[in-house]
């Protein structure tokens, strides 16, 4: 097990809207598939790739739903590299009235139609296992309540298993031997290049 490539995309990704909280008032993280980028292969989708998307107001664009603004403050791609697009302090619009204390983390496929990467499962684990560490639940966009407002839509979908990957988080943090102060697992989260 190897710490995953965390890039800070922060400054491309801006979309001068800065919606500000404290990082402990982050409770959970929540998962969303994403793969709806016109002629853009998954495996060349990147964080900066996807805040031009939200970028793009017109009609049925990504952003014409949230006003211009990035909706995740994580993607991670296909090869399991995380882009940090948003700081931990800064909320996108990615599930209703669950933004401000939910770290919206968009994971790079279709699982509707396919399983994620092992990379992109080992890195996510990676990132929940800190993510328990400082008291957040792990929840798929769909599971939550009034998170969507299309009743039909299964985000992140059935291929990424969600029971899995909170049994592994659960161990991955045991074996992160950082005991139960959530500082802890900030400092590490910090030291591996994640932006507060
Ligand atoms: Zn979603």
């Known amino acids: 097990m190897v710490d995953p490539i965390i890039r800070n995309r922060i400054e491309e990704c801006a979309d001068g809207k800065r919606h500000g909280r ?67 302090g800064d909320h996108g619009q990615h599930a209703g009235r669950w933004n401000h204390t939910g770290l919206g983390i968009a994971v790079v496929g279709d699982f509707t139609q396919h399983a994620p990467t092992p990379q992109q499962m080992e890195s996510l684990t990676w990132l929940c296992a800190q993510g328990l560490g400082m008291g957040w639940s792990i929840h798929g966009h769909t599971e939550i309540d009034g998170a969507s407002n299309d009743p039909r839509k299964s985000c992140p979908g059935p291929y990424m298993r969600l029971d899995w990957l909170r049994e592994a988080a659960v161990q991955r943090r045991k074996s992160l031997g950082l005991g139960s102060d959530p500082d802890r697992y900030a400092q590490a989260l910090y030291g591996a290049g994640v932006t507060f």
């Open 22 to 88: 404290a990082i402990e008032e982050i409770r959970r993280a929540i998962l969303h598939r994403l793969s709806f980028a016109p002629g853009i292969p998954d495996a060349e989708l990147d964080g900066a790739a996807v805040a031009r998307m939200f970028a793009d107001r017109t009609p049925y664009a990504a952003g014409s739903y949230t006003r211009g603004e990035m909706a995740y403050g994580i993607v991670i791609l296909t090869s399991g590299v995380i882009d940090q697009c948003l700081e931990l």
